[in-house]
């Protein structure tokens, strides 16, 4: 299953509690805020603001409602539509270009600044609203203090049996993501186009879909991506495997607090890939959480010289004495060759 967590009770409802303020807040199931949705029921909303998106051949995607995204969620015909398929290329297309999603606009190499950040959210906040994509609390059985919510920094996550798919909801800094400034890179809250840049890099190379059903607004009108993905029948696996998966693939370790890798074969970047976003199935790791970019300008330098210094510290291939069995039992190791017995070292 996702995560390599051991959820076998699938059939199993989750459980609603009482509501807290982070419910309140977050617009979980008893939110104080009554918007069109919890008005006018899960039937039309009427046209307007509210009269949802159109998707491909003029299909009509409805507009967003608690128990429409659960009607989506469980729905594998509407999932394969083409009226939703076009709806999650628009709104894709819509944040990159409108809420600043180019390269430059989103600070993908000196890193997007607060004021960068809140336009791009009230940006993502209007559209959805302007076009029926917006909710103000989550259907049951999805509550933030339910102990079903495995999420961690970047998602509040909840398992649904029905559909055997991951709900998600994105935490109000939207992850984390490289940035370049004065030399250096760090990961800094991201931007909500760079999380959508995210989700994207997933699908290119782990080959996970996930599929972006609207947007959350909490009481204060902060938006949050509401997203799900399909159950990943894999295992869990800890850092020295992933380790050595990715460096079989041409990765390199370039910093070992973010689990941030580096190809420069063809400019990509992997990060916070660590035991809580990766398992592995068939042989192969699935990250269906880790950050894949192809970084340009200041990020890509920075990630090419620490590159270089990674290669740097591995050990010759070739030494003197006694370090001639270590050298090449480390490389044997890193090729992922079967372990022999060592020659005995000349002296």
Not at 46 to 60: I, T
Not at 69 to 77: K, V
Not at 110 to 125: F, I, N, T, Y
Not at 171 to 191: D, E, I
Request: negative net charge; proline residues 6%; aromatic residues 6%.
């Amino acid at each position: 299953m996702a995560r390599g967590t051991k959820w076998t009770n699938w059939g199993e409802q989750v459980e609603s509690r009482a509501s807290p303020a982070l419910d309140r807040i977050r617009g979980g199931n008893q939110s104080p805020v009554m918007s069109a949705d919890d008005q006018t029921g899960d039937g039309a909303l009427g046209r307007g603001q509210n009269e949802g998106v159109r998707g491909h051949a003029d299909e009509q995607v409805p507009a967003l409602t608690p128990s429409g995204l659960l009607a989506e969620l469980r729905n594998a015909d509407h999932a394969a539509s083409g009226a939703q398929k076009g709806f999650e290329e628009a709104i894709a297309a819509h944040f990159r270009r409108d809420a600043g999603a180019s390269a430059q606009a989103a600070g993908l190499d000196a890193g997007a600044d607060e004021a960068e950040r809140e336009r791009q959210k009230r940006a993502v906040a209007d559209w959805a609203r302007k076009n029926g994509r917006s909710i103000t609390r989550l259907p049951q059985p999805f509550t933030f203090n339910s102990p079903k919510n495995v999420g961690g920094a970047e998602h509040d996550v909840w398992p649904d049996a029905p559909s055997r798919r991951w709900l998600k909801v994105t935490k109000p800094s939207f992850g984390v993501y490289p940035t370049a400034k004065n030399g250096s890179w760090t990961l800094s809250r991201t931007t909500p186009a760079q999380y959508l840049e995210k989700l994207a890099g997933i699908k290119e190379l782990f080959g996970v879909e996930t599929r972006v059903h609207g947007v959350l607004l909490d009481v204060r009108g902060n938006p949050s991506f509401i997203v799900s993905q399909a159950d990943i029948a894999g295992e869990a696996i800890d850092q020295p495997a992933i380790t050595k998966h990715f460096s079989a693939s041409g990765f390199t370790k370039i910093d070992d607090q973010s689990a941030t890798y580096y190809r420069p074969a063809d400019n990509t970047m992997l990060f916070d890939a660590h035991p809580g976003n990766v398992v592995e199935k068939d042989g192969q790791l699935v990250g269906y959480d880790v950050g894949v970019i192809h970084p340009t300008g200041e990020l890509r330098s920075l990630a090419e010289r620490d590159h270089a210094a990674a290669l740097a510290r591995r050990p010759p291939p070739h030494a003197d004495g006694s370090f001639l069995d270590k050298a090449r039992l480390i490389q044997r190791e890193r090729h992922g060759e079967a372990d022999e017995e060592a020659p005995e070292s000349e002296t």
